[in-house]
């Protein structure tokens, strides 16, 4: 059994998240390696570490950091990002036979066996693995763009490895909601789902659904050509291909109910108030407000008010926090304290402004509590709610 | 007309709690109004101030100082809860104050909450409305999860809505987790799933329960599903201002049809009325409301869904 991991959204602690959709951009390596000190085993963190250090054309060091992403994606069965972690190592320098042995071994036998599209990378050989991941192209998009039309050519097939997609509801899906008077809304893809059509591997197709990016995204690409050509060299291939054909086999409608804000964060506005208190004679006590843009039980990241726009003059990281939080609710002010873990500016079209981010010490039982309460429901509960109350409730 | 109490002298009371997590939402104006439509039946009713924590459901009433508190039964002063209840100025309208004097009530003893809720549930009236303090503590849910009719009350307002729904959740979470009180394990499991953001991926309750099949067998799965099966919250939208606002309720039960398998019935709206604003403001008790007035109206319409029988409210 797999440690599972959140996907992105999921992200127990705001940091990590606002990193990897990129509203945080981290462009210093020293930056990101205290990060990854406090978050030492989170694979997508070092992947995007890795990319920083290619982009810094650091190569020796980004090697390094898309191995260990490679091995931190496998120890929680999370294959197919294993899999494009080590392609972008390999882009930098080619393996030798013994280094792919050794990534294919691990791959089958540590790598997730439990789902479908685990399965289909684990169970290959050595051959039909290096076979496949030489063809496979990877696509990065931001969000809005169109990835395939329906009627046109769907000679390929994707795999997701981050960030969400819309599929538009299909024209008879869509005739069938109005006859049925049921409003219907794209259906989500998420990362390890597939698009394209698989089968028949020998006939051209063309697309029945439009798909486009709701978020940035990534995706692995393999042409019908390159997956024909793969199973007639090897039939396992095909047996493989079979099986994630039939698990991704879904009823029309089936996930129609389901809204493209869910990759969204909704927050709901939380004020802060934070007092730093001096730990030395030569520091001053520092007093701070600001509002939440994310809570959970393990922290909170916090912008902090336009008064403070040019910035605390004091360096706040590694400052213990007294942090009172103002939960709209008269029987939910929260005293909590903390350490600031990080600090940054953040340019915005209407001028900078200050992040924190503070780590909760342990919470009593009551204040975990109220948290949780506040924090109510997943990622998935939180944007249900409120992308039903923009359509159903609020006026504009 | 002789109270259907009189008649039926070993039949419980129906028994209506009134949450919704959120303070300021009109829980307790949306107890009132209801029990006043109740009572206009000319059925027995006694409404309790179950918010033990800040107490103040008779000032709407217009009762400024209780003789006579929950504190006191709960401390032996009166052997019986009748003992407690204090008539109001509304016919067939009796009231149980709640106890805010005292602090340490706002989290009582398990045995002084059994004893509440068994005195409650054993009142003879036709219908004993709970009035739950704000938040989702365990009292609260506990009192919520015992009612015939768990009624959840919010406004439109999206930080209301937020809290009607961790209520909801909550309440889920807290039966659950009386079900499986023996089970240490499988407690845990419960524990995990209420974290919103638990890394062992559970987001619904079908993930909850999947997971409890795998690891305590089909039974036990199974006998959680009975278990949120009997969780039927009846949701009221409180101060609506326009035909959209009327929607809030529906999102709870959708977003809780969809994660927790939780079945909710939209009673209605209480629309905004600025006449219970300004009679709240001027300490005027509630029982002067005029039987036309746009929030008793709805009151009405609400008991009338809920009992299907609608009756002339009279006063």
């Known amino acids: 059994m797999k440690t599972p991991l959140s996907l992105p959204t999921d992200h ?30 989170d694979p997508f963190l070092h992947r995007k570490y890795a990319d920083l250090l290619n982009d810094l054309n650091r190569l020796e060091d980004a090697i390094d950091m898309y191995e260990k992403a490679a091995s931190l994606f496998i120890e929680r069965g999370m294959n197919l990002q294993a899999i494009v972690a080590k392609i972008l190592q390999w882009s930098i320098q080619k393996p030798t036979h013994a280094q792919g042995r050794t990534f294919h071994s691990l791959l089958s036998r540590t790598g997730g066996n439990e789902t479908p599209l685990q399965r289909f990378w684990a169970g290959m050989s050595y051959a039909e693995l290096i076979a496949v991941m030489r063809r496979m192209v990877r696509v990065k998009e931001h969000s809005g763009k169109r990835i395939t039309q329906v009627d046109q050519a769907d000679d390929d097939v994707y795999f997701i490895v981050s960030g969400f997609l819309a599929e538009m509801p299909s024209p008879e899906c869509e005739t069938e909601a109005r006859m049925t008077g049921i409003d219907i809304e794209p259906k989500l893809l998420g990362p390890n789902d597939i698009f394209g059509t698989i089968f028949p591997l020998d006939r051209p197709c063309t697309a029945e ?3 486009r990016s709701a978020t940035d995204v990534e995706l692995v690409k393999i042409t019908k050509k390159v997956l024909r050509n793969a199973c007639s060299k090897y039939p396992n291939i095909e047996n493989l291909l079979q099986t994630l054909h039939k698990s991704d086999a879904r009823t029309m409608c089936d996930r129609a109910w389901q809204t493209v804000r869910r990759a969204m964060r909704y927050g709901l506005p939380t004020k802060v108030e934070i007092n730093c208190p001096p730990l030395s004679s030569n520091q001053r006590e520092v007093d701070l407000t600001g509002i939440a843009l994310d809570i959970s039980i393990g922290g909170i990241s916090v912008d902090l008010e336009s008064q403070r726009a040019a910035g605390p003059k004091t360096d706040l990281k590694g400052r213990l926090a007294q942090i009172k939080l103002d939960l709209l609710n008269k029987v939910a002010v929260l005293n909590l304290t903390g350490k600031i873990v990080w600090q940054r500016r953040q340019r915005k079209p209407q001028g900078a402004s200050h992040l924190i981010g503070i780590r909760f010490d342990t919470l009593n039982t009551m204040d975990q509590q109220m948290l949780l309460e506040y924090c109510s429901g997943s990622v998935g509960e939180q944007n249900l709610l409120w992308s039903l109350w923009d359509t159903m409730v609020k006026n504009d | 007309m002789i109270s259907q109490a009189k008649q039926k002298t070993t039949r419980k009371p129906t028994i209506w709690a009134i949450g919704g997590g959120k303070g300021g939402v009109g829980k307790s104006v949306v107890s009132v109004l209801l029990a006043m439509a109740l009572a206009n039946r000319q059925q ?27 504190n006191d039964f709960v401390t032996r002063k009166y052997n019986k809860i009748e003992d407690i209840c204090i008539q109001s100025q509304v016919r067939h309208l009796e009231l149980v104050c709640g106890a805010s004097e005292i602090l340490s009530l706002a989290n009582p003893q398990y045995a002084q909450k059994t004893k509440i809720l068994q005195s409650v549930t054993n009142l003879s009236a036709d219908h004993v409305i709970l009035d739950l303090g704000a938040g989702t503590s365990y009292n609260v849910l506990d009192f919520f999860l015992i009612a015939d009719h768990p009624i959840v009350v919010l406004t439109p307002q999206p930080i209301s809505i937020q809290n009607a729904y961790a209520f909801v959740r909550n309440a ?3 039966k659950l987790s009386r079900v499986a009180h023996q089970k240490a394990s499988l407690q845990e499991i419960i524990k995990t799933a209420m974290d919103p953001k638990n890394e062992d991926q559970m987001r619904t309750f079908r993930d909850l329960q999947q997971a409890v099949r795998k690891s305590h067998g089909a039974e036990i799965a199974d006998q959680l599903s009975r278990a949120i099966n009997t969780i039927r919250p009846l949701l009221i939208t409180n101060m609506a201002k326009d035909q959209r606002d009327n929607n809030a309720g529906r999102i709870i039960k959708l977003v809780a049809e969809k994660y927790l398998t939780v079945e909710s019935t939209e009673l209605g709206s209480v629309d905004y009325d600025m006449l219970v604003d300004k009679m709240i403001s001027q300490m005027m008790p509630l029982s002067e409301l005029p039987s036309t007035s746009k929030a008793m109206t709805d009151a009405v319409a609400i008991i009338n869904k809920l009992t299907d029988q609608p009756q002339q409210a009279v006063q």
Do not use: C, W
């Open chain 1, 12 to 41: 127990k602690f705001s940091i990590m998240q606002r990193i990897l959709d990129g509203t945080l951009a981290i462009d210093s390596p020293e930056e990101f390696e205290d990060i990854l000190k406090i978050y030492t085993d």
């Open chain 1, 209 to 211: 659904m439009e798909i």
């Open chain 2, 44 to 70: 027995k009713t006694v409404l309790v101030d179950t918010d033990l924590g800040g107490a103040n459901l008779h000032t709407l009433l217009g009762i400024k100082t209780p003789v006579r508190t929950l």
């Open chain 2, 172 to 174: 889920v979470y807290r």
